[in-house]
């Protein structure tokens, strides 16, 4: 069993959809939460990154943590077909020399 | 511009080669990484590095080989004994290596087998 899994899609939306985006996890050492863009070709961009449990909102993103189901969550409201991409959920214990844990990735399409 | 340079974009590799990725930052981030990603399995550790002359393998270091000689700059070598190296080839750095900061990343490299 992975110790991040995430659905791979393809999500397929209309364009000004919320979108809901999921990753469960195994590990409850975990503590920091982020999630990735990655446009095909490119390499992830940082959207959002959280500590805890709880909500941050930036803009039309939202992530939130529940870290009592080991369950992280990214909004998008309003979406566009610009938000198409796959989007990486990843996280870390805090300490230690190790890198970020990843989810294989969700692949999102927005239809105009 | 601050950022993480991959370089190439592309690269080609004939049976029995050695080839060398190269990644180099001017964010002067401490911590430098390699990830691999294949479809629908997203990014594996290959080798990270805390700071010069020092690094670490990651979860699937076999194959592969890495330098840190200066702060900037953290190659990545993928040797013949590497039997499926075709994938997409990921570098990225933090500030520090406490696991509570985030990555950032370079545009890859995609390596494939002539």
């Known amino acids: 069993q992975k110790e991040v899994e995430q659905d791979p899609g393809p999500l397929s939306v209309p364009e000004g959809a919320i979108v809901s985006l999921n990753c469960t996890y195994s590990n409850s050492a975990f503590q920091y939460f982020m999630w990735y863009r990655q446009y095909s070709r490119k390499g992830p961009e940082l959207l959002m990154y959280t500590y805890s449990s709880g909500n941050k909102e930036d803009g039309r993103f939202t992530a939130q943590v529940d870290k009592s189901s080991k369950y992280i969550s990214l909004f998008i409201r309003d979406s566009q077909p610009s938000d198409s991409a796959t989007y990486l959920c990843?996280?870390?214990?805090?300490?230690?020399?190790?890198?970020?844990?990843f989810g294989s990735g969700t692949r999102l399409q927005v239809q105009p | 511009d601050g950022g993480i340079t991959q370089s190439p974009k592309y690269l080609f590799r004939k049976e029995g080669q050695n080839v060398t990725l190269s990644c180099e930052q001017n964010?002067?981030?401490?911590?430098m990484y390699w990830y691999r990603q294949d479809p629908g399995q997203g990014l594996r550790l290959i080798y990270y590095?805390?700071?010069?002359?020092?690094?670490q393998k990651g979860d699937i270091a076999e194959g592969y080989s890495v330098s840190r000689e200066k702060k900037e700059s953290f190659p990545l070598t993928v040797t013949s004994a590497q039997k499926n190296p075709t994938a997409f080839y990921l570098c990225?750095?933090?500030?520090?290596?406490?696991?509570?900061?985030?990555?950032?990343f370079g545009d890859g490299t995609r390596l494939s087998i002539l």
């Open positions: 990843a996280m870390s214990k805090g300490t230690g020399r190790r890198a970020l844990t």
């Open positions: 964010l002067n981030h401490d911590a």
């Open positions: 990225a750095t933090t500030a520090g290596d406490l696991g509570n900061q985030p990555q950032h």
């Open positions: 590095s805390q700071i010069v002359n020092d690094f």
